[in-house]
């Protein structure tokens, strides 16, 4: 029995990758962006990832290439990718390569109230949090 493997969270696991790996050249700094594409974009990056298909994907073509002339990041920048990362970046392109807006653009959400039982207890929001762990 197979045991699929788990599903790779972009925010922490590929956002740093490219943050690190790739925004020195394709990032948001336009003057030192090379061959038009940024990877700090959903739109960017799409450019050349083909969702659901790591084969046909040319960030993965480049990323794992053999042949260091054609390999990102080119070793002439001092940076490279673990074997790890490389994975990484495949499972998460097989897996549809779900791209999240980072997490300091998303609106923060007021969690819902906890149920309570002794409801008259309770004066604001925050004692239905405390009031349901005390009758846990």
């Known amino acids: 029995m197979a045991v699929a493997a788990p599903k790779v969270d972009f925010d922490r696991e590929i956002r ?39 084969g046909k994907s040319r960030l993965f ?26 994975d990484l970046i495949r499972r998460w392109i097989d897996q549809g390569a779900a791209w999240e807006t980072h997490s300091s653009y998303v609106p923060p959400k007021r969690p819902e109230l906890p149920g309570v039982k ?3 207890w309770t004066r604001n929001p925050i004692d239905s949090f405390i009031l349901a762990k005390l009758e846990s």
């Open 16 to 54: 740093p990758i490219f943050s690190d790996k790739c925004f020195a050249c394709h990032g948001p700094d336009e003057k030192q962006r090379q061959a038009g594409l940024r990877f700090d974009t959903k739109d960017g990056g799409y450019r050349v990832i083909t969702p659901g298909d790591s």
């Open 118 to 120: 002794h409801k008259g």
């Open 61 to 86: 073509q480049r990323v794992s290439a053999t042949n260091k002339a054609n390999r990102m990041p080119p070793p002439v920048s001092g940076l490279s990718l673990t074997d790890g990362q490389v």
